[in-house]
């Protein structure tokens, strides 16, 4: 079974998320918007198949990456999100909720063995 299919997203905590997006944007170039830049790319060779990668700051006071005490969560694009993770309850892994589902994709989370919270992200094609 296919697990990790690429990097769905970097997420990672800051002082002032406005003034960091801004930084990026001028110095780096990167098109951010609201919640970040969106990097677009092509799963296949034929660059028929788009994808994205999501590089995200969030405010230093954030919970959403809890219970995790580390500044940045790492988001992994997945196939078969379901079966992923009965998979990864039965090798013991600890999930920490129930899968979403939104118009873009499934999410669910878990921690690795440093206890670090990982999203896991099933795109929608």
């Known amino acids: 079974m296919k697990k990790v299919t690429g990097i769905g997203g970097i997420f990672f905590k800051c002082k002032d998320t406005k003034a960091m ?3 990026y944007q001028k110095h780096l170039g990167l098109d951010t918007n609201d ?8 799963e296949d060779a034929e ?3 788009e994808a994205s ?3 995200s700051p969030f405010s ?3 919970k959403y990456f809890e219970p995790s005490e580390k500044d940045f969560m790492i988001n992994y694009r997945v196939e078969n999100l379901e079966a992923l993770v009965e998979e990864l309850q039965k090798e013991g892994v600890t999930v920490l909720d129930k899968i979403e589902a939104y118009d873009y994709g499934k999410f669910v989370h878990i921690l690795d063995a440093e206890g670090n919270k990982i999203q896991l992200w099933e795109p929608v094609d």
Not at 35 to 42: H, L
């Open 21 to 23: 997006k801004d930084w």
């Open 35 to 42: 919640y970040g830049a969106t990097f677009k790319w092509y």
């Open 47 to 49: 660059g028929k198949k």
């Open 53 to 55: 990668t999501q590089w």
């Open 60 to 62: 230093e006071t954030t």
